[in-house]
T-cell receptor, first 113, second 116 residues
């Protein structure tokens, strides 16, 4: 079945540095790749997403890249700030009626002031 | 605009008891999901419903049943709760599945379930 692997499980960076989180997926029919941020005790919320017809997308300090051939995608956060500290989840979803949204295991990001 | 609403927010069950987690969305979404979240395991899909009247198993369906009562509501039932089902449960919904329509999934606030 579909599987999404996410690395690293924890990431600690100094404020102002960049953070990169990587994911791989198994279902070649996947065509939608969202990233969610979950703050402590809160629900996951979408921060950025990318579709399979695009290789890169950027929104201010956040960018996502997609390599369909290798079946992996990455989240890049530049100029990190303490409020970026949270758990980040990648996900993959295929089209069609069986388009389940499958998540990676999550990355706990700590940004040290 | 309420979005996705789950009830209850907290629940303690004894082993062997049954209960139903309720989820409702007011965004006219076709797709609805139930996930469980455990430390280090991420969000694991329990069941999924692509549209009213259809349901499909996810990654960890054992011990659970679901009902897509109508387009708005998607309930999760534990028939005989076990300590291994202690978790935080999230319901989510998203617009229609399709090549063009794959868009954001919105989550409920979660249900923290403890089975003792």
């Amino acid at each position: 079945g579909e599987n999404v692997e996410q690395h690293p499980s924890t990431l600690s960076v100094q404020e102002g540095d960049s953070a990169v989180i990587k994911c791989t997926y198994s279902d070649s029919a996947s065509n939608y790749f969202p990233w969610y941020k979950q703050e402590l005790g809160k629900r996951p919320q979408l921060i950025i997403d990318i579709r399979s017809n695009v290789g890169e997308k950027k929104d201010q300090r956040i960018a996502v890249t997609l390599n369909k051939t290798a079946k992996h995608f990455s989240l890049h956060i530049t100029e990190t700030q303490p409020e970026d500290s949270a758990v980040y989840f990648c996900a993959a979803r295929s089209s069609g009626n069986t388009g389940k949204l499958i998540f990676g295991q999550g990355t706990t990001l700590q940004v040290k002031p | 605009n309420a979005g996705v609403t789950q009830t209850p927010k907290f629940q303690v069950l004894k082993t062997g008891q049954s209960m139903t987690l309720q989820c409702a969305q007011d965004m006219n979404h076709n797709s609805m999901y139930w996930y469980r979240q455990d430390p280090g395991m991420g969000l694991r899909l329990i069941y999924y419903s692509a549209s009213e009247g259809t349901t499909d198993k996810g990654e960890v369906p054992n011990g659970y049943n679901v009902s897509r009562l109508n387009k708005r509501e998607f309930s999760l039932r534990l028939e005989s709760a076990a300590p291994s089902q202690t978790s935080v449960y999230f319901c989510a919904s998203s617009p229609s599945v399709g090549v063009v329509m794959n868009t954001e999934a919105f989550f409920g606030q979660g249900t923290r379930l403890t089975v003792v």
